[in-house]
């Protein structure tokens, strides 16, 4: 009995809008990093599932490692992101020293 | 499915074989560390003219033991305010990966684990996770001391990670595998990596002496600066734990180099009889093992900018540019060895004799700027 | 005696990584939150490993647990953090994320399982090779672009948390 891959695409889309959720819905700065975190993490899942499946489509099959090598860029694209994303709240709390979202409101008009 | 011996149904001896594998590893793990804690000791008091633990047993032979005793039987002592879970967390995120390293360490062509055709790459996730459980350590603490301590401790993980992959790098170019048994192949007898490959050696030993928190680069552990950093808060067998992934680690990174650069199991007799690969390969990782300890009793500690400074101004570009050499040369060479270590050696005396240079002008220009800002705050008070 | 391992363990990856990712959406502590987002990420790894991706899982577990967990973590300790709560399920958006997971999230989710394609252990021997051989000649120029992102994304952090020496 194996796993079918339509399993592997209901974890990712489940834990896709876990974190789309935990975006919307918490306050806290560093927070929101996480669940934007983990929307990248489901998304690699599909990936990855997906360009199994093609490879199963015949050996030497060209399009079988897109998926994969997609992934490989999410990861720099991640890691690049939270760096960024955490020196900009480190820069603002430097300004006014809280980390929820709602307070850091000076551009508001 | 094997049948296991005696019979056993196949089934129960997959699980009994499971249990142990994975018994044995402890086993050696902990031998391991007891032995080196002697070992340290013996071998820093030679260094320094003196004699070492000598009263346990034959010439202290049985100091670890008694170690372990008292470890073992001390009060665990917890402050109150400290943050349970992750308080208690912490040792066992240290140990976990440090256990599960010694799986793809290849002691013989027949004695190991499991050759992962990525096993090189495991070692080097393995080693980056070490540094969670230091932040969380640190963190749980409820102590200044142990975050400053946990936090500089993972900032010099994190930054030596970096020569230690580019240093791997170049010897996975040459071979072509991240499998510890190719690596070990591709060195047949006393043709070994490290003479045309120094320089990737030297990195690799550098950050190695750094990820392992060893002198010169164990800041956060050392005794005269911050109590004793992430580890303050811990007494008895926790700190027993972390004392031991600490040996541990040792033992990997030794391992990984013995494999990558010299040789592996190879040695005068093996094609006769190949347990006696174990033996070169203890030997040699013992042989590293020892010059870890030498450069402890010798040389002074760093400070934490300087050894940051010397990460990212010195080691990873030096390293950088030796990768790209090693491709270039890998991909243009048939028979790539003479080059390599033509270039290999350049750079080992490029790091080796240049580093006096700059740093004297470095230091020649602060004294001058020093000397300067003196004599102008001279010049602005008198009246 | 072995095929249910692989539902096995499936089932218990996937726990870790919807339970884990729910915890973080839910708790309140933030290290707790944390290091459970890092349980998410292993058990992801747990996951390739199963789908016969195992660089792409120690991938994973180098970048995103040995990386980003700590970055994290690192935030967390240079910030003060107010727990006091800020009534965390009565926000202005949350009907929004409830219409959203409930009327979008769910449905996708039982969607997908029309994809009733077995994915079998591939018997080829790693997806290392493969893997290499695309990222360095197909997707070569992409990989260079990704190098450069880097280094601003280096310089442009630096940048951000410097502070004016007085």
Known sequence: MTVPLGAFIAVSAGLFFIGAAGVLVRRNAVVILMCVELMLNASNLALVAFSRRAGQLGAGNPLDQRGSVFVVFVFVIAAAEVAVGLAIILAAYRNRPTVNVDEIRGMKG | ?383 | MFDILEPLLFFVFAIGIIGAGACVVLLRRITAQALLMALTFASMAGMFLLLGAETIALFQVLIYVGAITILILFGVMFTKQDDRGYGLFFQRQTPWAAAITLVIGVPVAFLAFSFKDPITPSAKGGDLIPLAGSLFTDYAFPFEVASVLLLAALVGAIVLVKQDER
């Open chain 2, 1 to 383: 499915m094997p049948i296991g011996p005696f019979g056993i149904d196949p089934v129960i001896w997959a699980v009994l074989r499971l249990v142990i594998a994975a018994g044995l590893a402890v086993f050696v793990l902990l031998n391991g560390a007891l032995a080196q804690t002697l070992l340290e000791r013996k071998v820093q008091a030679w260094m320094q003219d003196r004699l070492g633990p000598y009263h346990v047993g034959p010439y202290g032979l049985l100091q670890s033991v008694a170690d372990a005793l008292k470890l073992l039987t001390k009060e665990d002592i917890r402050a109150k305010l400290t943050d349970a879970p992750f308080f208690l967390a912490a040792p066992a995120i240290v140990f976990t990966p440090i256990l599960a390293s010694f799986v793809v360490l290849p002691f013989s062509s027949d004695v190991m684990g499991a050759n992962l055709s990525v096993g090189l790459l495991y070692l080097t996730t393995l080693g980056s996770m070490t540094v969670l459980g230091i932040v969380i350590a640190g963190w749980a603490s409820n102590n200044k001391y142990s975050l400053m301590g946990g936090l500089r401790s993972a900032g010099q993980l994190i930054s030596y990670e970096v020569p230690q992959i580019l240093g791997l790098v170049t010897v996975v170019l040459y071979v072509g595998s991240l499998s510890m048994v190719d690596i070990t192949n591709s060195q047949p007898g006393p043709l070994v990596n490290a003479l045309f490959l120094p320089f990737a050696f030297v990195t690799y030993f550098i950050a190695a002496l750094a990820e392992t928190n060893r002198n010169p680069f164990d800041l956060p552990e050392a005794e005269s600066e911050l109590v004793a950093g992430f580890l303050t808060e811990y007494s008895g067998m926790r700190w027993a734990i972390f004392f031991l992934s600490e040996y541990g680690a040792i033992t990997v990174v030794c391992a990984i180099m013995t494999t990558l650069w010299f040789g592996g199991w190879h040695g005068p007799g093996v094609d006769a009889a190949p347990l006696l690969g174990v033996l070169w390969f203890t030997l040699k990782t013992y042989g590293f093992v020892l010059l870890f300890m030498w450069i402890r009793a010798t040389l002074p500690r760093l400070r934490i900018d300087q050894l940051m400074g010397f990460c990212w101004k010195v080691l990873i570009p030096l390293a950088l540019v030796n990768i790209m050499a090693s491709a270039v040369i890998i991909l243009a060479f048939a028979d790539p060895r003479l080059a390599l270590a033509i270039v290999n050696w350049l750079l080992l005396g490029g790091l080796v004799f240049g580093l006096p240079f700059t740093q004297r002008r470095r230091l020649l220009g602060f004294r001058k700027r020093t000397r300067e800002s003196v004599a102008m705050r001279d010049v602005r008070l008198s009246p």
